[in-house]
Each structure stands twice: as structure tokens, then as C-alpha cells.
């Protein structure tokens, strides 16, 4: 782990714990909808070819192998704080991708050096979302597109309500069936809720330097997509 706060050490320390059970969670807790998410993420990217990608919040690598699966391969560099997530990612390589432990708010890279920086599931949890979107904007060339996939609320009252109740009282019972953390899986919620809504992370998005910012929402408002260029 690279990152230097506390906050940083807190959240990679965590996913280091949930890294055995991450992949299989995900699965079960989103009937399987991650992966068209992420899909979806990677078809927005649109990585052309001898294009460079970075993945920040890599995890295990699921954004990143979709990605190197889509554009030439070897291209795409796998950015995380939790080694244990990368360790995984590694076991699981697909693609010939780079790893990279270290901070998504203080990128180990140039200005300017990728067409693409994607982050799945990610941003949720910087402990400063503004600087790790403008850490984003400053790796990319111009012109270059970032695409941040996240988890959401629904903006429908009623299936807000369903939603929160299903993350906040059977997430945490079905991570401990699974043989994974209760704490993280009930963060999760809390770290879903305490999260801006999408036209603020849009407005965070233009803060930080991106045009064309725009917003998707997937399955009832469960999954946005944010895209900024460079
Ligand atoms: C929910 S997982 C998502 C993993 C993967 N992107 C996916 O699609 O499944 C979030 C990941 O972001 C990483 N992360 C959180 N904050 C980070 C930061 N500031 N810099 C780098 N990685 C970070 C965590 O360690 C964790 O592996």
C-alpha cells in the first residue's frame, strides 16, 4: 500500500481483507449486472488502437481486462492501494496488463500520457474525490476521455427504499454466508449514500477540468456512468 493518509490506509486495508471473497460478492450482491456495467463502461471508453489506458481502483482487474479485451492488448495499466486486490488480479491476468500499487489522488505517471482513464466502483471511495478527478484529468491527453463508473441510488423514492433496505440488511448477511466481512459490506451502503449525486459528480467532473460531462444511469439509477474529456 502507497497511499500516505490514513483515510488511504483504512480503505486499502479493508479491501485487502475482502480481496479472496471480492470477485464472487460482487457477482451474487448484483445478480450478475457488474459485469454488464462494466460492459458498458468499456464500450463508452472506446479505446482505439495503440491507445494507452489506466484503470485506477483496479481491484482484481474486471474494468481492466474488459478493457485490454476490447482495445490491442498490453496497453492498459492497472492503478490500486490494496496489494492483495492487485495479487489477485495478477493470478487471474487474462491480458498482459501492467499493475501498479498507489494512490489514484497522487498518479505515479506524467502529464498527459493516456488516451483513457476508467475507475469502477472506485471514486466512491477517495478520501478527496476532487483531486482524484483532477489526478485523472492530468494523466490524459488532450482530447482523451475519462469514464467513472459508480454505484448509485436510485432517483425513484420507492426503489431507492427497496435498493438501500436490500444493501443495507441482506449485503451484510450474505458477505458474512459468503465468508467475507460484514464491516465492509455494511460501509458499503453507508459509503453509497454518502456519496454525491450524480449532477454533483458531474459538477466535480467540470471542476476538475473535464468538458462534455455527461451522465448515464443504468438499472433504475443502481449504476451511473460519468464521462469527461480531456
Ligand atoms: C469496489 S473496488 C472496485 C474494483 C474494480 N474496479 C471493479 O470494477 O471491481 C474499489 C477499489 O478501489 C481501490 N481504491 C479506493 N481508493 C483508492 C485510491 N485512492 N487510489 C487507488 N485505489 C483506490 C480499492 O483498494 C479497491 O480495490
Given at each position: 500500500m502507497t497511499g500516505s493518509n490514513e483515510h488511504d490506509r483504512r480503505i486499502a486495508a479493508m479491501f485487502d481483507r475482502i480481496a479472496h471473497r471480492y470477485d464472487l460478492l460482487n457477482r451474487v450482491l448484483s445478480f450478475g449486472l457488474d459485469m454488464s456495467w462494466r460492459r458498458r463502461a468499456v464500450a463508452i471508453a472506446t479505446l482505439g488502437p495503440g491507445e494507452r489506458a489506466l484503470d485506477v481502483g483496479?481491484?482484481?482487474g474486471d474494468l481492466s481486462f474488459a478493457l485490454a479485451a476490447a482495445g490491442p492488448s498490453g496497453r492498459v495499466v492497472a492503478l490500486d492501494l490494496a496489494v492483495k486486490m492487485l495479487v489477485r488480479a495478477r493470478a487471474r491476468a487474462r491480458s498482459p496488463i501492467g499493475l501498479v500499487a498507489g494512490s489514484a489522488e497522487a498518479l505515479p505517471f506524467s502529464d498527459g500520457v493516456f488516451s483513457c482513464v476508467t475507475a469502477g466502483f472506485a471514486v466512491?471511495?477517495?478520501?478527496d474525490l476532487a483531486r482524484g478527478l483532477s489526478e485523472m484529468r492530468r494523466v490524459l491527453r488532450p482530447g482523451g476521455r475519462a469514464v467513472v463508473l459508480e454505484l448509485a441510488v436510485p432517483p425513484n423514492a420507492a426503489l431507492r427504499a427497496l435498493h438501500l433496505f436490500y444493501l443495507r440488511r441482506l449485503s451484510p448477511l450474505v458477505a458474512a454466508a459468503l465468508g467475507s466481512s460484514v464491516d465492509a459490506y455494511r460501509y458499503l451502503p453507508a459509503s453509497i449514500e454518502a456519496f454525491p449525486d450524480p449532477d454533483q459528480v458531474a459538477a466535480a467532473m467540470r471542476d476538475a477540468g473535464f468538458a462534455d460531462v455527461r451522465y448515464e444511469r443504468l438499472t433504475f439509477g443502481v449504476a451511473t456512468i460519468h464521462v469527461g474529456e480531456a
Amino acid at each position: 500500500m502507497t497511499g500516505s493518509n490514513e483515510h488511504d490506509r483504512r480503505i486499502a486495508a479493508m479491501f485487502d481483507r475482502i480481496a479472496h471473497r471480492y470477485d464472487l460478492l460482487n457477482r451474487v450482491l448484483s445478480f450478475g449486472l457488474d459485469m454488464s456495467w462494466r460492459r458498458r463502461a468499456v464500450a463508452i471508453a472506446t479505446l482505439g488502437p495503440g491507445e494507452r489506458a489506466l484503470d485506477v481502483g483496479a481491484g482484481t482487474g474486471d474494468l481492466s481486462f474488459a478493457l485490454a479485451a476490447a482495445g490491442p492488448s498490453g496497453r492498459v495499466v492497472a492503478l490500486d492501494l490494496a496489494v492483495k486486490m492487485l495479487v489477485r488480479a495478477r493470478a487471474r491476468a487474462r491480458s498482459p496488463i501492467g499493475l501498479v500499487a498507489g494512490s489514484a489522488e497522487a498518479l505515479p505517471f506524467s502529464d498527459g500520457v493516456f488516451s483513457c482513464v476508467t475507475a469502477g466502483f472506485a471514486v466512491r471511495n477517495f478520501a478527496d474525490l476532487a483531486r482524484g478527478l483532477s489526478e485523472m484529468r492530468r494523466v490524459l491527453r488532450p482530447g482523451g476521455r475519462a469514464v467513472v463508473l459508480e454505484l448509485a441510488v436510485p432517483p425513484n423514492a420507492a426503489l431507492r427504499a427497496l435498493h438501500l433496505f436490500y444493501l443495507r440488511r441482506l449485503s451484510p448477511l450474505v458477505a458474512a454466508a459468503l465468508g467475507s466481512s460484514v464491516d465492509a459490506y455494511r460501509y458499503l451502503p453507508a459509503s453509497i449514500e454518502a456519496f454525491p449525486d450524480p449532477d454533483q459528480v458531474a459538477a466535480a467532473m467540470r471542476d476538475a477540468g473535464f468538458a462534455d460531462v455527461r451522465y448515464e444511469r443504468l438499472t433504475f439509477g443502481v449504476a451511473t456512468i460519468h464521462v469527461g474529456e480531456a
